[in-house]
C-alpha cells in the first residue's frame, strides 16, 4: 500500500497540549460515549391531585363489583344519583324504565343502616381531613347519598316499580284467562264433540256386541280417559297394527268440517329426540286452570303488601303537593278494582271448568302407576282431573304421538311440523291428512296438497299408509262388508255410565 501524501490534511499530525486533550476526551466520553444513554435524567416529581375517594364499611368487595356493573347498565338520564333522584320525584317513566327501577331498588337504594352509616362516615372524615383534602365519596356512595336525600325512597321505588309491571302481568293473565275460557266453553256449547263421541260410543258397542250374547255392546256411555289415557283406544288395533282411531276420524271428517282451535288449541306439540336419539314428540299445555289459580293468589297478595307498605310510607312524607302522594294512591285503587275483575273471572272460569267434567262425568281419573318398593302399584283409581290431564286426554286422542312417529323423517318435516307443531290449528283438514282418513273428501285434499295424483288409486300412498287402510277401508263408501269382518282386534274398554 502506498502511503498517503504529506500534504493531505486529514493526515497531517497536530500537537495538542495535554490540558485540551483531556477536555475534549471528556467530552467526548460524555456525549457520545456507550454509557451516555445510560445517564439518569432528572424527572420532575408531578403530585397526584386526585383526591382519595371515602367508602363505607358495610359493602363488601363482591359487592361493590356488583353494583358497579349495575351502575354501568342504567341509562344516561340515570348515570349519576342525582338524575335518578329526580326522575324518581317526578314519577319520569321516560327517564326509568321497568328494569332501572329494579336496579335502583335493588344495588343502589340505601337501606335505612346505610343511611345512618353513610351520614356517620361523612361527619366522620370531614372533622379530620383538611381543606386541601376535600371529602369526596366513592360513585357507590354518592348515588347512594343522593337517593337517601328522597324521602321514604325504597318505598318508592317498591310501590312505583309494582304498578309499573302490573299492566303487563294482567295483561298476560286476561290474555290467558281467555284462552282457557274458550276451550270451556268449546266443550259446553260444541255439537262436534257429542258426535265424535257417538262414533267412539257406536265402534265400541259394535266391537263389544256378541251374537249370543245381547247384553253386550250396550254401554251407555264411557270414561273420557278411554280416549287418549293408555289402556283405552290406543291399544285397539287391527292385525296390521292400524289402530281403530282411523276408521273414527274417516267418518268423522266425512260429515264434519271446520276448526278445532278454540276447544283444542291449548297443547302445544313439538317434535325431537331424547337423549338417546330416539325421536319422540313432547307435549305441553300452554295454559292450565290451576297455574292461572296460583298466579292470581300471589298477585293479590303481592298488591296486599304492597298496598299497606304504601299506606305506611306515605307517613314519611310530609308534602302534601309531592306528585307520589298526589298520583300513586289512585292509580292503586284503580289496580286494586283490576285485579279484583280479573279473579272474579277467573272463579267463573274454574265454575264453568267444573260444570264440563261433571257434563263429562270426568271429575275423576285413574292416576298413573307408581313403583312401591320395587314394585308397581296401581294409581289412585279416583285421582281429582285437571286442566292438564284434561287438555293432553284429548290431544292424545286426535294427535297420538305414537301415530306422528310412524311418518318418517321427511314426512315429518312437510306435514307433521306445519299442521301440529307450529301453533297450527287442529282442523278436520289436519286430522285428515295425520289419519290418512280415505273417502271422496280427503282424495281431494290430498291433491289440494300434491300429496297424490287421483290418477294413482292409492290414497295413502303419499302418507305411507299399510294398503288396508289406504286402499280398502271406505267406510260407507261402495264397501258393504262390516268392520268386523276385517277388524281382528280387542274390545273397546267401555263401559256404562255412572
Keep these: 500500500m502506498k502511503k498517503a501524501s504529506k500534504s493531505c490534511a486529514c493526515h497531517q499530525n497536530y500537537d495538542l497540549d495535554n490540558a485540551s486533550k483531556c477536555a475534549f476526551t471528556a467530552e467526548i466520553e460524555k456525549r457520545f460515549g456507550k454509557s451516555a444513554g445510560l445517564q439518569k435524567v432528572a424527572k420532575a416529581e408531578v403530585k397526584d391531585k386526585k383526591p382519595k375517594t371515602v367508602k363505607i364499611d358495610s359493602i363488601t368487595q363482591q359487592q361493590r363489583f356488583q353494583i358497579e356493573v349495575s351502575l354501568r347498565t342504567l341509562p344516561v338520564s340515570l348515570n349519576n ?47 379530620e381531613r383538611s381543606p386541601e383534602d376535600p371529602f369526596v365519596w366513592d360513585p357507590v356512595e354518592q348515588f347512594m347519598e343522593d337517593l337517601a336525600h328522597v324521602r321514604g325512597c325504597a318505598m318508592r321505588l317498591s310501590c312505583w316499580g309494582f304498578l309499573y309491571n302490573l299492566p303487563d302481568r294482567l295483561s298476560q293473565l286476561q290474555d290467558n284467562l281467555q284462552r282457557f275460557e274458550k276451550m270451556v266453553r268449546c266443550f259446553l256449547t260444541s255439537v262436534e264433540i257429542p258426535f265424535l263421541l257417538s262414533l267412539v260410543l257406536a265402534f265400541g258397542n259394535y266391537l263389544n256386541g256378541g251374537k249370543n250374547e245381547k247384553r253386550l255392546g250396550q ?29 273414527i276420524f274417516t267418518v268423522y271428517c266425512e260429515k264434519h268440517q271446520g276448526n278445532l282451535q278454540q276447544g283444542f288449541g291449548l297443547v302445544q306439540r313439538r317434535l325431537g329426540k331424547d337423549a338417546q336419539g330416539v325421536p319422540q314428540i313432547r307435549k305441553s299445555v300452554r295454559v292450565q286452570i290451576e297455574e292461572l289459580d296460583k298466579q292470581l293468589m300471589q298477585l293479590k297478595s303481592e298488591f296486599s303488601a304492597r298496598h299497606q307498605e304504601l299506606k305506611d310510607g306515605l307517613k314519611q312524607i310530609s308534602d302534601p303537593a309531592d306528585k307520589f302522594v298526589v ?30 267434567l261433571a257434563n263429562f262425568k270426568a271429575e275423576t281419573y285413574r292416576g298413573d302407576s307408581v313403583i ?14 285437571t286442566s292438564d290431564v284434561w287438555c293432553k286426554i284429548w290431544d292424545d286422542f286426535f294427535v297420538p304421538g305414537e301415530r306422528v312417529l310412524t ?92
Design 219 to 247: 254401554a251407555d256411555g264411557f270414561h273420557v280417559e278411554l280416549l287418549g289415557r293408555p289402556g283405552g283406544l290406543d291399544v285397539v288395533n287391527d292385525a296390521q297394527g292400524c289402530n281403530l282411531r282411523q276408521l
Design 407 to 498: 311418518f318418517d323423517e321427511k314426512r315429518q318435516k312437510e306435514l307433521i311440523e306445519p299442521h301440529f307443531c307450529k301453533d297450527s290449528p287442529l282442523t278436520v283438514e289436519s286430522l285428515a291428512i295425520l289419519w290418512g282418513a280415505s273417502g271422496r273428501r280427503f282424495a281431494a285434499l290430498c291433491e289440494d296438497h300434491g300429496l297424490i295424483s287421483r290418477d294413482e288409486g292409492v290414497l295413502g300412498k303419499a302418507l305411507g299408509l299399510p294398503r288396508a287402510l289406504s286402499d280398502d277401508c271406505h267406510a260407507g263408501h261402495g264397501k258393504t262388508e262390516p268392520w268386523s269382518d276385517r277388524w281382528s282386534c280387542r274390545p273397546a274398554a267401555t263401559a256404562k255410565r255412572h
Design 81 to 127: 344519583g342525582a338524575k335518578a333522584a329526580q326522575a324518581l320525584k317526578e314519577l319520569d317513566r321516560s327517564a326509568i324504565t321497568a328494569e332501572a327501577l329494579q336496579t335502583l331498588r335493588r344495588f343502589l337504594c340505601p337501606s335505612e343502616e346505610q343511611e345512618m352509616e353513610l351520614s356517620s362516615k361523612r361527619q366522620a372524615v370531614e372533622v
Design 327 to 356: 298520583e300513586v294512591p289512585p292509580e292503586f285503587e284503580r289496580a286494586r278494582q283490576q285485579v279484583e275483575d280479573l279473579v272474579r273471572q277467573k272463579d267463573t272460569v274454574v265454575q264453568q271448568f267444573k260444570l264440563v
Design 372 to 385: 312401591v318398593d320395587g314394585q308397581v302399584k296401581d294409581g289412585n283409581p279416583k285421582e281429582e282431573m
